[in-house]
């Protein structure tokens, strides 16, 4: 478990260990209430490990944990508190054995780690997902996307495929989509996440967003601002901040794709993306260049077009294949 759902973790087992111990000061007691105002989550994950401790009646009553306890009651300052709630979970462990308390431990954690909202999306399928924020999320086809319940910021996971973000404002709470190894963060703007097997890509159509990577890219950049009308592709070669004409970062979702100055069998790859029957191109002509606004949904468009500007004709062997004029 990384990131906020091990900082949840983190928090409810030092919040549940000092109050274990004994009253807290004021202001850590303050702390503690702003802690579980902060995020409901957090509520229902601190009272959820109360339950299960209470539960462990067996605990209660042994003698090693009755003594840990009014030892670690007498201790003077936080962190020897600590350090002895320490012990009394590995003296838990002793009584409730092994298989127990990887139980105990598994219940915890589904309760600590909220389950995000899944959509998904079949080849061919596009769908527009309203968010609990007020922000909408459409995905593009054979896309899986998961999402959180807002707390301090709001947090989505793009699994595989393309989405367009549109972004309510809210200046408090982050909007973070995470991607292959990447984050992009924005307060309210509008984006386009694409997600490949060996690329990643970020066209800003409005607004601010920064981009950043989990691990050192192959060139000097691990975090970017970009400006709208600009697009960032990461790849093995490293990163690439151009601009580029963000008509194409919105054409999907209409069912219209965008192509400008695309080699045929560039446009052919990104064609079959909606299509369970693939548009072959021959070799000879698929380097061959063609601007076009095409639907998604239509690869006769596609063979008609290129046969129209004389680039290729359409192959008899194959409804949709396209060989040398």
Same mark, same amino acid.
């Given at each position: ?50 339950d299960l401790w209470s539960d462990l009646e067996g605990l209660r009553?042994?003698? +090693? #944990?009755?003594?840990? %306890?009014?030892? =670690?009651?007498?201790? @003077?300052?936080?962190?020897? *508190? !600590? ?71 709001? +947090? #989505?996971?793009?699994? %595989?495929?393309? =989405?367009?973000?549109? @972004?309510?404002?809210?200046? *408090? !709470? ?81 069912g219209r794709l965008v192509f400008d100055d695309a080699p045929l ?58 060989a040398a004029p």
């Amino acid at each position: 478990m990384t990131g906020p759902l091990r900082d949840r973790a983190t928090e409810v087992a030092d919040w549940f260990a000092r109050r274990r111990v004994g009253a807290l000061p004021p202001e850590d007691e303050a702390a503690f209430q702003a802690w579980l105002d902060a995020d409901p989550e957090n509520r229902a994950a601190f009272e959820a490990a109360g339950d299960l401790w209470s539960d462990l009646e067996g605990l209660r009553c042994d003698p +090693r #944990l009755m003594r840990l %306890r009014e030892e =670690a009651k007498g201790a @003077v300052g936080q962190r020897r *508190a !600590r350090r002895l709630f320490g012990l009394v979970a590995a003296c838990a462990a002793l009584v409730l054995g092994g298989a127990a308390l990887w139980q105990a431990g598994r219940y915890v954690m589904d309760v600590v780690a909220p389950k995000p909202t899944v959509y998904a999306t079949r080849v061919g399928q596009t769908m527009s997902v309203s968010l609990p924020d007020g922000s909408l999320a459409v995905l593009d086809t054979n896309s899986e996307l998961r999402a959180w319940s807002p707390g301090k910021e709001r +947090r #989505l996971e793009l699994i %595989r495929g393309r =989405a367009l973000f549109k @972004v309510a404002k809210d200046p *408090a !709470r982050p909007f973070i989509v995470r991607a292959g190894g990447h984050s992009v963060t924005a307060l309210g703007t509008r984006f386009d996440v694409d997600l490949r097997p060996a690329s990643f890509k970020v066209v800003l159509v409005e607004g601010r967003v920064r981009v950043r990577s989990d691990a050192p890219t192959a060139g000097p950049a691990t975090s970017v601002d970009m400006n709208a009308g600009y697009q960032l592709v990461a790849g093995e070669g490293g990163w690439n901040l151009s601009r580029t004409d963000t008509r194409s970062a919105e054409g999907w979702t209409s069912g219209r794709l965008v192509f400008d100055d695309a080699p045929l069998g560039v446009i052919a790859a990104e064609l079959n993306r909606y299509s369970v029957q693939p548009i072959l191109v021959a070799p000879e002509v698929a380097g061959r260049r063609m601007s076009a606004v095409l639907p998604s949904s239509d690869p006769d468009a596609f063979i008609a077009s290129a046969e129209a500007l004389g680039l290729a004709r359409r192959a008899p062997t194959a409804r949709y294949a396209l060989a040398a004029p």
